[in-house]
């Protein structure tokens, strides 16, 4: 196999899609990488560097392995992992779950003009993947990005459900604890003083997020 060749812009990987980029907007239309889509990419690439060993582990231990990217949005995730790593190899495939069909619908668009066969979009809540007809009883791996509020939830239980031999999961907007601590915030701060540990709107979400994280 020849090796891809290289690109004009440093961040941008060797046989990357400039046109799945520029549909992610990533890059501009006249192909540019502004400021902001270099952070975003920094980001994806960060994580990539953790799936990538656990999708070697999943290709070696079955050939045809399944990942499944829930709360998947436009499915910038899933698009590129399926770029950067499915796109040379003969098996796998990415199923993306998403409860908004517009962007089901898009996306669906977006993996035929680009040729991506083994991607697959699903507009389905998290009860309704867990049972759903298509999806097998068990999956390889289980990622969610920006996973807002308790679609993080959502994720572990879907991969829980379906016996996933890894997650991996970047929350965030971790609202639902620290909304708990504001309702209730005038009777505790009288009660113990323990409720200084959230009593200013800051330190509420960041406390919440923390508890958030201790209990998943």
Not at 15 to 20: N, R, T, V
Not at 84 to 96: A, N, P, Q, T, W
Not at 119 to 144: C, H, K, Y
Not at 175 to 197: D, I
Request: charged content about 25%; aromatic content about 6%; overall charge positive.
């Amino acid at each position: 196999m020849k090796p891809a060749p290289a690109t004009a812009i440093p961040e941008i990987r060797p046989g990357q899609s400039i046109e799945l980029l520029k549909a992610l907007h990533v890059l501009t239309r006249d192909g540019k990488l502004n400021q902001d889509s270099r952070r975003k990419l920094k980001q994806v690439y960060h994580l990539y560097q953790f799936i990538e060993p656990l999708l070697e582990t999943a290709f070696a231990r079955n050939g045809d392995p399944l990942l499944v990217d829930h709360g998947a949005g436009k499915s910038y995730l899933g698009f590129i992992l399926y770029d950067l790593f499915f796109k040379s190899r003969e098996g796998g495939r990415i199923v993306g779950i998403e409860t908004r069909p517009e962007l089901v619908d898009s996306a669906r668009k977006l993996a035929a003009d680009l040729g991506f066969a083994r991607m697959d979009f699903r507009n389905l809540t998290v009860e309704q993947s867990i049972a759903a007809g298509g999806l097998p009883a068990t999956v390889d791996i289980v990622t969610a990005l920006h996973a807002c509020n308790t679609a993080t939830d959502d994720a572990i239980r879907f991969g829980l459900a379906k016996q996933a031999q890894a997650m991996v999961l970047v929350p965030c907007c971790q609202a639902e604890v620290a909304s708990v601590l504001r309702k209730h915030k005038n009777a505790s701060l009288g009660r113990t003083p323990l409720s200084e540990l959230w009593r200013h709107p800051l330190h509420t979400r960041e406390f919440g997020s923390q508890v958030t994280n201790a209990l998943r």
